[in-house]
């Protein structure tokens, strides 16, 4: 005795297949421009580095300036 259903669950079986498919198809793809966007993302984030480290290399420089001013002024206290 043959299944009744056999028909309609072999299309609807095929379509599973064919979708799957087209998941992963899409998701390669989107692997691919994540993988775009981060070789294009390395050079902001050189600039950004190097921004931060100018910005701490500028914060202390002009600490050390106003202490050693503050250290070379004469005293009018007395």
Do not use: F
């Amino acid at each position: 005795m043959e299944n009744p259903h056999s028909e309609r669950q072999a299309v609807l079986l095929e379509r599973i297949v064919k979708n799957a498919d087209k998941c992963t198809e899409l998701v390669l793809e989107l692997n691919h421009c994540v993988e775009e966007i981060i070789r294009a993302n390395a050079y902001v984030r050189t600039a950004a580095n190097l921004e931060t480290k100018y910005r701490k290399n500028v914060q202390y420089n002009l600490e050390a300036t106003l202490g050693t001013d503050k250290e070379s002024r004469p005293t009018s206290d007395k």
